[in-house]
């Protein structure tokens, strides 16, 4: 009899690099494989399980949405979707939702929303997006063609015409990039699969006026970071800043697949019915549990949580960079964190897996800590026990 790995080997088209382990059931913020050892999970599905696993109110409300209604597609209502899109609203400040199935897609449909926009009230010419260096917004055509990182981009093209890349963090890059045939900007407030690397916050402000100053959408790849992650709702609400459009997905449905774009009453006016769809988008089982998660991750006192356990855990990671010479930088914001080393933190990574901790990468050097956001400082204490043995053996 074939394992799960080598019957996935066979069948598997050859995309992912998977860690042989094959995980079977979570609970909290710890997950366990078939054969039975528990893993504390720093991964949280990347930044997607933000209420941890099995959370009683999230299930519920899933198996209940199961007996009821999980699809009847977008040609009718759902009580759960507007619901959702309701929460989206109040906690956002932004006006009109579309719901989708992924980062990729809502990062497709905020382009395509973009263009229709500035082509309805802007002119015709407006048709060219700004994305950022090193970014990362999704292996959809237009969005890896977003996407700053020519790895990503190898034998694809040719890409979509129309966008191009600036450096991040540099105002007066992307002042040179723009023109009259500027649409949008699309930059993430903190790049995640880019090393974790938070955009300043006067930057970010200055990006912010330059967009209105020329009438340029500002639009915001909150794929990773938003939904709590940074102790704010939103990232844009930690930098003060008003955009146009947003791109969600991950932590939304707190592992159910749903992704959102959230505009501004003005902006949403660029679809018509007609110009955008999606079959499964925003179904009625996906949104009863973004329902639940946006109500669990939307009160304050959750939020001010992340934003203590993020601290907390940033201490401990700073204390580990003074008895270890390999760490650079410890960055981040909340419970979105990251570690560069100066060497591949792979065999760390593998290291923490034997014993018992989940970690991920975001790229060749840096560890990313991206936990549940209910994780609890004993299990913080517990994770940085573990990374530092592992770091000690291995030298
Ligand atoms: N944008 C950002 C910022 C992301 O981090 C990701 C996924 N890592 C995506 C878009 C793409 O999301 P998905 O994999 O759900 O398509």
């Given at each position: 009899m074939l394992s799960v790995m080598d019957r996935g080997k066979e069948v598997f088209m050859n995309t992912y690099a998977q860690f042989p382990i094959v995980l079977e059931k979570g609970d909290g913020v710890y997950v366990y494989d078939q054969e039975g050892n528990k893993y504390l999970d720093f991964v949280a599905g990347i930044a997607v399980n933000g209420l941890g696993y099995n959370h009683a109110g999230l299930q519920k409300a899933l198996k209940d949405q199961v007996d009821k209604l999980t699809h009847c597609s977008n040609l009718y209502w759902n009580e759960p979707a507007v619901e959702a899109a309701e929460l989206l609203v109040k906690l956002s400040g932004l006006d009109k939702i579309f719901f989708c199935n992924s980062g990729a897609e809502a990062v497709e449909g905020a382009m395509k929303l973009a263009r229709k926009y500035a082509g309805k009230y802007l002119g015709p010419d407006k048709v060219e997006i700004i994305a950022m260096n090193n970014s990362f917004h999704g292996r959809t055509y237009g969005a890896v063609t977003a996407t700053g990182q020519l790895k990503y981009q190898k034998g694809l093209s040719p890409l979509l015409p129309g966008i191009k890349h600036c450096e991040y963090n540099d105002i007066e890059s992307l002042q040179e990039a723009?023109?009259?045939?500027?649409?949008a900007v699309l930059i993430e407030p903190i790049q995640g699969e880019g090393g974790i690397r938070p955009a300043e916050k006067d930057y970010l402000q200055e990006v912010s006026k330059l967009c209105k100053k020329n009438n340029v959408l500002l639009m915001l790849d909150e794929v990773q970071c938003g939904v709590g992650r940074t102790g704010y709702m939103f990232a844009y609400q930690r930098y003060g800043i008003e955009p146009d459009i947003v791109a969600l997905a991950k932590g939304l449905g707190g592992g159910v697949p749903i992704g959102a774009i959230m505009a501004s009453k003005k902006v949403a006016e660029?679809?018509?019915?007609?110009d955008h769809a999606s079959t499964y988008g925003g179904n009625a089982l996906v949104c009863a549990g973004a329902k639940v998660v946006l109500e669990v991750v939307g009160q304050e006192t959750l939020l001010e949580q992340v934003r203590k356990k993020g601290t907390y855990l940033k201490a401990q990671l700073t204390n580990l960079q003074e008895k270890f010479n390999d760490i650079i930088e410890v960055r981040g914001h909340g419970l979105m964190l990251g570690m560069e080393m100066n060497k591949p933190v792979k065999e760390i990574i593998l290291g923490c897996m034997a014993k018992g901790l989940l970690l991920v990468g975001s790229g060749e050097k840096i560890i990313r800590f991206v936990p549940p956001?209910?994780?609890e400082e004993k299990e913080i204490d517990f994770m940085v026990t573990i990374l530092e043995e592992v770091m000690s053996e291995i030298g």
């Amino acid at each position: 009899m074939l394992s799960v790995m080598d019957r996935g080997k066979e069948v598997f088209m050859n995309t992912y690099a998977q860690f042989p382990i094959v995980l079977e059931k979570g609970d909290g913020v710890y997950v366990y494989d078939q054969e039975g050892n528990k893993y504390l999970d720093f991964v949280a599905g990347i930044a997607v399980n933000g209420l941890g696993y099995n959370h009683a109110g999230l299930q519920k409300a899933l198996k209940d949405q199961v007996d009821k209604l999980t699809h009847c597609s977008n040609l009718y209502w759902n009580e759960p979707a507007v619901e959702a899109a309701e929460l989206l609203v109040k906690l956002s400040g932004l006006d009109k939702i579309f719901f989708c199935n992924s980062g990729a897609e809502a990062v497709e449909g905020a382009m395509k929303l973009a263009r229709k926009y500035a082509g309805k009230y802007l002119g015709p010419d407006k048709v060219e997006i700004i994305a950022m260096n090193n970014s990362f917004h999704g292996r959809t055509y237009g969005a890896v063609t977003a996407t700053g990182q020519l790895k990503y981009q190898k034998g694809l093209s040719p890409l979509l015409p129309g966008i191009k890349h600036c450096e991040y963090n540099d105002i007066e890059s992307l002042q040179e990039a723009m023109n009259d045939k500027t649409c949008a900007v699309l930059i993430e407030p903190i790049q995640g699969e880019g090393g974790i690397r938070p955009a300043e916050k006067d930057y970010l402000q200055e990006v912010s006026k330059l967009c209105k100053k020329n009438n340029v959408l500002l639009m915001l790849d909150e794929v990773q970071c938003g939904v709590g992650r940074t102790g704010y709702m939103f990232a844009y609400q930690r930098y003060g800043i008003e955009p146009d459009i947003v791109a969600l997905a991950k932590g939304l449905g707190g592992g159910v697949p749903i992704g959102a774009i959230m505009a501004s009453k003005k902006v949403a006016e660029g679809f018509s019915p007609g110009d955008h769809a999606s079959t499964y988008g925003g179904n009625a089982l996906v949104c009863a549990g973004a329902k639940v998660v946006l109500e669990v991750v939307g009160q304050e006192t959750l939020l001010e949580q992340v934003r203590k356990k993020g601290t907390y855990l940033k201490a401990q990671l700073t204390n580990l960079q003074e008895k270890f010479n390999d760490i650079i930088e410890v960055r981040g914001h909340g419970l979105m964190l990251g570690m560069e080393m100066n060497k591949p933190v792979k065999e760390i990574i593998l290291g923490c897996m034997a014993k018992g901790l989940l970690l991920v990468g975001s790229g060749e050097k840096i560890i990313r800590f991206v936990p549940p956001l209910i994780v609890e400082e004993k299990e913080i204490d517990f994770m940085v026990t573990i990374l530092e043995e592992v770091m000690s053996e291995i030298g």
